[in-house]
């Protein structure tokens, strides 16, 4: 199972960054449970950022 799995509430944006900084996806994030589609980046390193209110969670995955 490749999913990752964040408790957000209220909205949240959520962006993608490559390893090198590059942004790749950028969303509003309104609803409890929101699926992203990975199928338009390619394989590699990524980092997720959801910021929500004033916390901010930063997340490595690994597209493969």
């Given at each position: 199972?490749?999913?990752q799995?964040?408790?957000?509430?209220?909205?949240?944006?959520?962006?993608?960054?490559?390893?090198?900084?590059?942004?790749?996806?950028?969303?509003?994030?309104?609803?409890?449970?929101?699926?992203?589609?990975?199928?338009?980046?390619?394989?590699?390193v990524?980092?997720?950022?959801?910021?929500?209110?004033?916390?901010?969670?930063?997340?490595?995955?690994?597209?493969?």
């Amino acid at each position: 199972d490749n999913n990752q799995y964040f408790a957000l509430k209220g909205t949240s944006s959520l962006k993608i960054y490559s390893a090198i900084g590059t942004e790749v996806l950028s969303e509003e994030l309104t609803q409890e449970s929101t699926d992203i589609n990975l199928n338009t980046i390619e394989n590699g390193v990524y980092f997720v950022k959801i910021k929500n209110g004033s916390s901010i969670i930063t997340q490595k995955i690994v597209k493969q």
